[in-house]
């Protein structure tokens, strides 16, 4: 009996690439000892018969948290704002649990072992979107060059949904927490404090970025013990551009000691003239080597 699970989510346009992250995982060894679970949020028949040969289980994402028509818009895919918080619920036979997003990829097994280790005792295992070379981590306007209109992400989402100016304020400059890649033990509090917020969140905010809110809610608010995990456990390449090591064949961080990229995460896409790299699979991008050449290549999985 497999203890540990892997979880993603995907319609049927994203469907590509939560195959391409199937893929990546299933390329390791270690992955026969963790078990691939799906949930379906409109894929089609044939894609879903493609994915009974590769993954353990699949179930269909529900509205866990009723939310009203009008903000849905038929846009079934957004079930991942709320279902994620519920995985127990769908796939109650596993000690641990390991959400990765379909936009993005397994390059090290090393990432995944220290998110299942990482949850231990009930923890949250998570990566802040802060680290070497970020060089802006709050958005500001000022006024008559001394006042400051705070635009963070945490703040501007808090904000919206009404959860109080007090909460929102303790959310301003905290460092964003993505939760396209987390980890949690069935039994731990977490759920529940994610589930109480998100409640929350829903009620007046948008459906997007609801349970990414409602996590930092659990984090700098609720004081939900966190084990912070590295920036290459959940590379957003549209904050940084990895660099590229030719004589490795790899991705890696692009400032010293140029740590492998355990996790590369497409949020938010790589844009081209319009098209968006997590559609088009040719688009490629100039990278760097660690020898200081220039190289094109894409970040999708490509095995």
């Given at each position: ?35 691939i679970c799906i949930l379906d949020a ?146 731990s509090n977490g759920w529940s404090l ?39 456990c959940n590379w957003i390449t549209s ?65």
């Amino acid at each position: 009996m497999k203890k540990n699970v892997i979880v993603s989510l995907a319609d049927a346009n994203y469907f590509p690439l939560l195959e391409e992250l199937i893929n990546s995982i299933k390329k390791f060894k270690e992955s026969e000892k963790v078990a691939i679970c799906i949930l379906d949020a409109g894929l089609t028949i044939e894609q879903k018969k493609i994915l009974l040969n590769k993954v353990d289980e699949i179930k269909t994402a529900e509205w866990d948290i009723e939310v009203p028509d009008y903000k849905v818009k038929n846009k079934e895919w957004l079930k991942s704002q709320v279902s994620r918080a519920f995985l127990p619920k769908y796939f109650p036979n596993y000690e641990k649990y390991l959400w990765i997003d379909c936009d993005a990829w397994v390059n090290d097994w090393n990432s995944l072992e220290l998110y299942f280790k990482a949850c231990n005792n009930g923890k949250l295992g998570i990566t802040q979107t802060i680290g070497p070379g970020y060089k802006i981590t709050s958005k500001v306007n000022w006024l008559f060059g001394k006042l400051a209109i705070i635009k963070s992400q945490n703040f501007k989402h808090a904000v919206k949904s009404k959860i109080g100016y007090e909460k929102a304020r303790k959310l301003a400059f905290a460092p964003h927490i993505n939760i396209g890649v987390f980890s949690l033990e069935k039994n731990s509090n977490g759920w529940s404090l994610w589930q109480k917020n998100l409640l929350q969140t829903l009620k007046s905010g948008n459906i997007f970025g609801s349970e990414g809110l409602a996590i930092n809610m659990s984090v700098y608010i609720d004081n939900l013990e966190t084990e912070f995990l590295p920036l290459n456990c959940n590379w957003i390449t549209s904050n940084l551009l990895p660099k590229y090591d030719e004589k490795q064949n790899t991705f890696v961080e692009p400032y010293l000691p140029n740590y492998k990229i355990g996790i590369m995460h497409l949020a938010a896409g790589i844009w081209i003239d319009g098209k968006d790299m997590r559609v088009d699979k040719s688009i490629k991008i100039e990278l760097e080597t660690l020898d200081k050449k220039k190289v094109f290549k894409s970040l999708r999985y490509n095995i």
